[in-house]
T-cell receptor
Framework: ELKVEQNPLFLSMQEGKNYTIYCNYSTTSDRLYWYRQDPGKSLESLFVLLSNGAVKQEGRLMASLDTKARLSTLHITAAVHDLSATYFCAVARGETSGSRLTFGEGTQLTVNP | DSGVTQTPKHLITATGQRVTLRCSPRSGDLSVYWYQQSLDQGLQFLIQYYNGEERAKGNILERFSAQQFPDLHSELNLSSLELGDSALYFC?????????????FGPGTRLTVT
């Protein structure tokens, strides 16, 4: 059974600081996604990582994928309050006739002034 | 706005009751997925339909059932509701059935069982 683990689960940081969220998964992955969720809202897709060594950046967020280590990271640079949200990684697995996403537990990020 | 719509937005009901959640996929998408988000279980995959047929099944309770209709909208039926069924239920859609398609999530239906 595929397991996806994130750490830390809770992250409180000051504006202007850098930090990294880690996502480990237990079996071979076909695709890895990062999502953002604001309280009570839907999932907003941030990044899709397709292959080993993939790196994507958008603003203050950068995601990378190491398929050999089964590890993805989401790096936050010079955090601002607007980044406060819960961040999920999700691994896509294909099945005989369909597919599914398996999510990590989520990292609740709070950026303090 | 992903283009996926879900109704109702909120639903409050009592234990033992039955409810139906509705999802309309993005125009042109043939696959619909249902996910449950609860404090206890996190975000869990429930079931996938592609063009009216069930394609993948997750930890969906026997009290829950789903279907996809010829117009491609989907319904998730929850019966004999328990307090623990209180959760945010998301629907997602994708163009085809396989893992190469990104899933686009709807706004969710918040179910409260009292």
């Amino acid at each position: 059974e595929l397991k996806v683990e994130q750490n830390p689960l809770f992250l409180s940081m000051q504006e202007g600081k850098n930090y990294t969220i880690y996502c480990n998964y237990s079996t071979t992955s076909d695709r890895l996604y990062w999502y953002r969720q604001d309280p009570g809202k839907s999932l907003e897709s941030l990044f899709v990582l397709l292959s080993n060594g993939a790196v994507k950046q958008e603003g203050r967020l950068m995601a990378s994928l190491d398929t050999k280590a089964r590890l993805s990271t989401l790096h936050i640079t010079a955090a601002v309050h607007d980044l406060s949200a819960t961040y999920f990684c999700a691994v896509a697995r294909g099945e005989t006739s369909g597919s599914r996403l398996t999510f990590g537990e989520g990292t609740q990020l709070t950026v303090n002034p | 706005d992903s283009g996926v719509t879900q109704t109702p937005k909120h639903l409050i009901t009592a234990t033992g009751q039955r409810v139906t959640l509705r999802c309309s996929p993005r125009s042109g998408d043939l696959s619909v997925y249902w996910y449950q988000q609860s404090l206890d279980q996190g975000l869990q995959f429930l079931i996938q339909y592609y063009n009216g047929e069930e394609r993948a099944k997750g930890n969906i309770l026997e009290r829950f059932s789903a279907q996809q209709f010829p117009d491609l909208h989907s319904e998730l039926n929850l019966s004999s509701l328990e307090l623990g069924d209180s959760a945010l239920y998301f629907c997602a859609s994708s163009p085809r059935q396989g893992l190469w398609d990104e899933q686009y999530f709807g706004p969710g239906t918040r179910l409260t069982v009292t």
